[in-house]
């Protein structure tokens, strides 16, 4: 059976992510990262529920809790400020942790070819983003030259990002269509229990859902 690897982080993008690739292969693997960020625990639960409800069993928890030692990050570094909410800035936000998509994919690469697994899903964001260089289709090209360099000759791994040229209004709307489970995700970077609708995350989400012409699911 062919068999894909899907990055799960719990939040929406990845939740449909996992619907889109459920529909390619037959087999799907599903791996998460806690690296220290603050709200490592809601991610978490967000993530097995999303496996619960799709029923895949093969799943990978990896600790890099390296990146909360090396700090840099307000996702990692309390000591941080996150950046303040601007939708319109070109910046790179102080939310991002340095190289961390390399980082989580070298981990998948090395399972992917234990499990056999021919692609690996990411659901990166690039026009809708808060603007990471490691969200970009040109660093995810480069990576997959470093894949076919650095594993056996017969290991052949893509890395699909379906998502990478959509806004979030367009990835809620396929989400929806999809009946992926967005009511079981979390995308707040400060807050466990309630979103603190200040963060990126939360701003970019609440603009998606406004102009899909949708309610939050996760938002009473």
């Not at 993530?47 to 799943?59: E, L, P």
């Not at 030692?69 to 991002?96: A, C, E, H, R």
């Not at 998948?108 to 499990?115: C, G, K, P, R, Y």
């Amino acid at each position: 059976m062919s068999k894909a690897i899907v990055l799960v982080s719990g939040g929406m993008d990845s939740c449909v992510t996992t619907s889109i690739a459920s529909k390619q292969f037959s087999k799907l693997a599903l791996l998460h990262v806690n690296y220290g960020q603050l709200t490592q625990q809601r991610e978490l639960q967000a993530f097995k529920d999303i496996q619960n409800f799709y029923s895949i069993k093969d799943s990978l928890i990896i600790d890099m809790s390296q990146f909360n030692i090396i700090g840099g990050s307000s996702l990692t570094d309390s000591n941080i400020p996150v950046s303040k909410t601007d939708l319109n800035n070109k910046k790179i936000p102080s939310s991002y942790v340095p190289f961390r998509n390399a980082n989580i994919l070298s981990s998948a690469v090395s399972w992917a070819e234990v499990i056999n697994a021919k692609s690996i899903f990411v659901g990166a964001v690039e026009e809708d983003s808060s603007g990471y260089p490691d969200c970009r289709r040109s660093f995810f090209d480069a990576f997959e030259k470093a894949i076919d360099k650095g594993t056996k000759d017969d290991t052949k791994i893509k890395i699909e990002t379906p998502l990478i040229h959509l806004s979030k209004k367009e990835i809620i709307l396929k989400g929806v269509k999809l009946g992926a489970p967005l009511h079981l995700t979390w995308s707040c970077y400060k807050n466990q229990e309630i979103p603190c609708q200040n963060c990126d995350s939360c701003a970019l989400r609440e603009r998606g859902f406004k102009n899909a012409k949708i309610k939050d699911p996760i938002l009473n």
